[in-house]
């Protein structure tokens, strides 16, 4: 059964800076993707990044790209997200989330549909 465990979250300042962390376990990985979402308070779950565990391949959400950065450590089986110049918009619960995609190339999913397991949710709070 994978388990995935979130950690980082917090409260900064806009501008600042926070890297989730998340640790999974479980599984071999070698052909899942591990993806980050997030959800706001009365708004639905949203897709933030995702990253092919094979290969690296990343996928940003438009709102994220150029501050967020999805990356994985295959040996620790841990998926970071860096957060930079964070926005109170960015406040929501983040999850981390995993599925099997086989050998599908390039394939990086998106919807929370797409995704088999997920994590717990860490808290990020971003003040104005």
């Known amino acids: 059964q994978v388990q995935l465990v979130e950690s980082g979250g917090g409260l900064v300042q806009a501008g600042g800076s926070l890297r989730l962390s998340c640790a999974a376990s479980g599984r071999t990985f070698n052909w899942y993707v591990m993806g980050w979402f997030r959800q706001a308070p009365g708004k639905e779950r949203e897709f933030v990044a995702v990253i092919r565990w094979n290969e690296g391949n990343t996928y940003y959400a438009d709102s994220v790209k150029g501050r967020f950065t999805i990356s994985r450590d295959n040996a620790m089986n841990m998926v970071y997200l860096q957060m930079n110049s964070l926005k109170p918009e960015d406040t929501a619960v983040y999850y981390c989330?995993?599925?099997?995609?086989?050998?599908?190339?390039?394939?990086?999913?998106?919807?929370?549909?797409?995704?088999?397991?997920w994590g717990q949710g860490t808290q990020v709070t971003i003040s104005s």
């Open positions: 989330a995993a599925t099997d995609i086989g050998t599908t190339p390039l394939y990086t999913p998106r919807r929370v549909t797409d995704y088999a397991y």
